[in-house]
């Protein structure tokens, strides 16, 4: 069984579309987050969710917008598509904000 | 502002051979965790190991161990019997206690592993 799940894997859209990932963990965590690894593989943290409030957002262009409908979901709807959004979003998860996080499998965005 | 310095863009290491990894970070915390992530082709983020600042004992999994130097801000990962399936990107990450933990990552440090 799949412990943090996203969808979809790969996305590829056109610039100014609006695209959305999704990420579900079976864990049983309380804590969860969206990164983005940039093509040189940095990885930032872009957001963390605790029991579904907002813990965490770094300095994100406002087209970013995570949401949470329950424990077990994070999700990221972006809006209005740029070339440099182009990377790959990981979500993970945690029992509480001091704990290891366990990473999904990223979606590799690609905006053309 | 935290930091985590990783220094060896990138390495090499003969099959059965043992491989260091170097990692430093900056923090004027004295509670904090520190963890080796790996990032094999496939892209999947593993986690290593995880070191607490707060204990002196190095944290080991296995063949793979750390030096943790709370003096020297020193975290290296090291890989004993290297196998052709440690070849990866390996991420140092940095996690404080006061105010939001989050973590802070390295820029990593390629490992290829020889036959």
């Known amino acids: 069984d799949t412990a943090v799940s996203q969808t979809p894997k790969y996305l590829v859209t056109q610039m100014g579309n609006d695209k959305s990932i999704k990420c579900e963990q079976n864990l049983g965590h309380d804590t969860m987050y969206w990164y983005k690894q940039d093509s040189k593989k940095f990885l930032k943290i872009m957001f963390s969710y605790n029991n579904k409030e907002l813990i965490i957002n770094e300095t994100v262009p406002n087209r970013f917008s995570p949401k949470s409908p329950d424990k077990a979901h994070l999700n990221l709807h972006i809006n209005s598509l740029e070339l440099g959004d182009s990377a790959v979003y990981f979500c993970?998860?945690?029992?509480?904000?001091?704990?290891?996080?366990?990473f999904g499998p990223g979606t590799r965005l690609t905006v053309l | 502002a935290q930091t985590v310095t990783q220094s060896q863009p990138e390495m090499s290491v003969q099959e059965a051979e043992t491989v260091t990894l170097s990692c430093t970070y900056d923090?004027?915390?004295?509670?904090?965790?520190l963890f080796w992530y790996k990032q094999p082709p496939s892209r999947q983020m593993i986690l290593v190991i995880r070191?607490?600042?707060?204990?002196?004992q190095n944290a080991t999994e296995n063949r793979f161990s750390v030096n943790f130097q709370k003096a020297a801000k020193s975290f290296s990962l090291k890989i004993s019997d290297s196998q052709l399936g440690d070849t990866a990107m390996y991420f140092c990450a940095f996690m404080g206690t006061s105010g939001t933990y989050k973590y802070i990552f390295g820029t990593g440090t390629r490992l290829k592993v020889l036959a």
């Open positions: 923090t004027s915390e004295n509670n904090y965790y």
């Open positions: 070191q607490e600042a707060y204990k002196q």
């Open positions: 993970a998860s945690s029992q509480s904000e001091v704990d290891t996080q366990y």
